[in-house]
């Protein structure tokens, strides 16, 4: 992973541990102060299945011809490196915020947390991914800083160990909870992030930190990682301090985006924005989006809602297509509700030929929280949720499978 300072040279470089995943911008942005509350996934198959191609270009420099070779010495000339195809599949998840009950029900005797055996089921589907993000919703501040719940979150280091253990590579740390527990918080959190390996955006140790656009190369192509949030929660940001958390801000999202285009192959933005427990985006969801896709995003991953929103492809001015899904739900969450315990995977697949980058083959595979008693948690497909739990199990799936392909008529739904 290459980290770049803005429009400067690479001041760090860490190796990526896996093989195999403006104008200005017009944003009314919905402060609210928000009820939060987030819940995981198992299947035969590794990788999500593909699709029917439905590719989006979105380089914009001119295909590189491969050299002609002898008809009679080569009829099929191999192509040169810079016309060999690079391909990356992304995988995407929502909310992980750890209530209290889940932390209880992770607790091991004499001592720590384990969380891994709730990620279990879903692990293949996130190690079979080139690269894969989530949402930390709660603050991993350590056990140190006292644990807690709503309003005001703060959750064992070893939520870390496990985004780790089943193979999540970038963690988005910019949500209404980041502020929960102070600076400190922040700060503990960031710094295990590090020891581990993983690639954290949204909040950041100094300006300095903040500077520096998380640029990461896998398979020949860079991905550039931006992350924003509406707001705190009302919790205000310390004075002389905005790079602990990213909040939206018009110009320098925009800005942000820019030098992120001059970076990489791709542009991916996390956004913290709408109104939770709404099964669409808000007007202020939507035009974020836009912006974020004429200034140059390629990709838009958005929660908060705690539900599950469509997504869809939106055309820039310049003809580019942006891909955006506003919110993957709640990925692990101890909230009660068939929609509130819906989350899902989203993998796409992203390749460079020559100049030109695509994003294709959108696919989506529903997941539930499983739970007993607030014990017992774990992240399974939605097929296999069980009467017990979802006694409408098939008739919800192809609810939740018409919402979040409404906009998008390709986006293959797995397992339903």
């Known amino acids: 992973m290459h980290i770049h300072p803005?429009?400067?040279?690479?001041?760090?470089?860490?190796?990526?541990?896996?093989?195999?995943?403006?104008?200005?911008?017009?944003?009314?942005?919905?402060?609210?102060?928000?009820?939060?509350?987030?819940?995981?996934?198992?299947?035969?198959?590794?990788?999500?299945?593909?699709?029917?191609?439905?590719?989006?270009?979105?380089?914009?420099?001119?295909?590189?011809?491969?050299?002609?070779g002898s008809p009679a010495a080569?009829?099929?000339?191999?192509?040169?490196?810079?016309?060999a195809a690079r391909k990356v599949t992304l995988a995407a998840v929502g909310d992980v915020l750890?209530?209290?009950?889940?932390?209880?029900?992770?607790?091991?005797?004499?001592?720590?947390?384990?969380?891994?055996?709730?990620?279990?089921?879903?692990?293949?589907?996130?190690?079979?991914?080139?690269l894969a993000m989530v949402n930390q919703e709660s603050v991993i501040g350590g056990e140190a800083l006292g644990l807690s719940d709503y309003p005001r979150f703060n959750s064992p280091y070893e939520v870390g160990d496990t985004?780790?253990?089943?193979?999540?590579?970038?963690?988005?740390?910019?949500n209404n909870h980041t502020l929960?527990?102070?600076?400190?918080?922040?700060?503990?959190?960031?710094?295990?992030?590090?020891?581990?390996?993983?690639?954290?955006?949204?909040?950041?140790?100094?300006?300095?930190?903040?500077?520096?656009?998380?640029?990461v190369e896998k398979n020949g192509l860079t991905f550039a990682f931006l992350s924003y949030t509406y707001g705190t929660n009302g919790i205000p940001v310390p004075k002389g301090k905005p790079y602990l958390v990213n909040l939206i801000d018009n110009d320098r999202a925009a800005a942000d985006i820019a030098a992120a285009r001059k970076l990489a192959d791709v542009v991916i933005v996390s956004a913290h924005f709408g109104v939770e427990y709404m099964d669409e985006p808000s007007e202020a969801q939507e035009q974020f989006a836009r912006a974020a896709a004429e200034a140059g995003a390629d990709i838009v991953i958005g929660h908060h809602p705690h539900v599950l929103q469509p997504m869809e492809w939106i055309e820039t001015a310049s003809g580019?297509?942006?891909?955006?899904?506003?919110?993957?739900?709640?990925?692990?969450?101890?909230?009660?509700?068939?929609?509130?315990?819906?989350?899902?995977?989203?993998?796409?697949?992203?390749?460079?030929?020559?100049?030109?980058?695509?994003v294709s083959n959108p696919r989506f595979l529903p997941t539930w929280i499983h739970m007993t008693n607030w014990r017992q948690f774990r992240i399974v497909p939605l097929r296999d949720a069980g009467t017990d739990q979802l006694p409408n199990a098939a008739a919800f799936g192809k609810q939740v499978a018409a919402l979040v392909g409404s906009r998008m008529p390709e986006l293959t739904i797995v397992g339903d």
């Open 180 to 215: 929960d527990r102070g600076e400190e918080a922040i700060t503990n959190e960031i710094h295990y992030l590090n020891g581990l390996g993983l690639v954290y955006t949204g909040a950041y140790l100094s300006e300095d930190d903040r500077q520096r656009i998380r640029v």
């Open 6 to 68: 803005r429009g400067g040279a690479v001041t760090n470089l860490l190796r990526h541990r896996r093989t195999a995943f403006a104008g200005g911008l017009s944003l009314i942005v919905l402060l609210l102060l928000l009820l939060p509350g987030c819940r995981l996934l198992d299947d035969r198959a590794s990788p999500l299945p593909e699709g029917a191609p439905s590719s989006s270009p979105v380089g914009t420099e001119a295909p590189i011809a491969s050299p002609s």
């Open 163 to 174: 985004l780790k253990a089943v193979g999540f590579d970038i963690v988005n740390l910019a």
């Open 74 to 83: 080569s009829p099929t000339p191999s192509p040169s490196p810079s016309d």
């Open 320 to 358: 580019r297509r942006t891909f955006v899904a506003y919110s993957l739900g709640n990925f692990i969450a101890a909230q009660d509700g068939a929609r509130t315990q819906t989350g899902g995977i989203l993998q796409l697949d992203i390749e460079k030929r020559g100049g030109t980058v695509t």
């Open 98 to 130: 750890i209530h209290s009950s889940i932390y209880k029900d992770a607790q091991v005797a004499g001592g720590g947390y384990e969380f891994t055996p709730m990620f279990e089921p879903i692990r293949r589907y996130i190690e079979s991914a080139d």
